[in-house]
């Protein structure tokens, strides 16, 4: 009697694509409302803080100010970070918009360049801001930018794609505005910098293929 032996073989572990968006059980008219809902939103904020209906001269006008641009930045990045199932997309987009906020009402306005101490703290805060509003808000629009210019499904939803384009959008602004505070916000400068930012992203689309066609 021959005793035939059985090999077992372990299952492959085979990668998650967690960076392909799954987009079951939401509906465009689901998405409508929300894009109106929040338009109304950021309206209202808007007048708050720009038109002067709201004078925060009074430190409860402050605090429910403040509370408003975090309901708002919630109410904005909390969907976007469940429908790009990206991790901390709504804690950035929610302290930008809170720091903006800060910033347009209670930081003064530089009054020299950015070589000048005194006002370095105001171009870094500023800096940071215009950094994590940009790189979240630019999020959807590289996401659906990458899906009509990408053939390759992995490439098209690929969500760590959308924000590495958002990221870099964010630095570029940042660094116009870097050089807007050293005064030299000129065309032999400008030109270089988003050509560097577009070089590198081209790089990384020639090196670095999406996790999920591994």
């Known amino acids: 009697m021959t005793r035939t032996r059985t090999r077992i073989t372990p299952p492959r572990n085979t990668p998650t694509p967690i960076t392909v968006v799954t987009q079951e059980g939401v509906s465009r008219t689901q998405i409508l409302l929300w894009f109106v809902l ?28 403040a509370g408003v641009s975090v309901i708002v930045g919630m109410l904005t990045y909390v969907p976007m ?5 990206a991790r901390g997309l709504a804690m950035r987009g929610v302290l930008g918009l809170f720091l903006t906020v800060q910033i347009v009402l209670y930081v003064p306005t530089p009054t020299n360049s950015l070589l000048w101490v005194p006002d370095v703290p105001v171009y870094l805060l500023v800096s940071m801001a ?21 053939r390759q499904r992995a490439r098209r939803y690929d969500v760590r794609r959308a924000w590495r384009q958002a990221s870099e959008i964010g630095l570029t602004v940042v660094g116009l505005f870097g ?7 000129t065309p032999l400068l400008i030109i270089p910098w988003i050509l560097m930012i577009v070089i590198a992203e ?3 689309l020639s090196f670095f293929e999406p996790p999920a066609t591994r």
């Not at 970070?81 to 199932?85: G, K």
């Not at 050089?179 to 916000?185: E, K, S």
């Open 38 to 65: 929040v338009g109304f939103a950021w309206l209202g904020l808007g007048a708050m803080v720009f038109n002067g209906v709201w004078p925060v001269d009074e430190r409860p006008k402050q605090i429910v100010l």
């Open 81 to 85: 970070e469940y429908y790009f199932r």
């Open 130 to 150: 215009l950094y994590w509003v940009l790189s979240t808000l630019c999020v959807p629009l590289t996401y659906i930018i990458g899906q009509m210019v990408f």
């Open 179 to 185: 050089l807007f505070g050293l005064r030299a916000l």
């Open 202 to 204: 081209v790089l990384f």
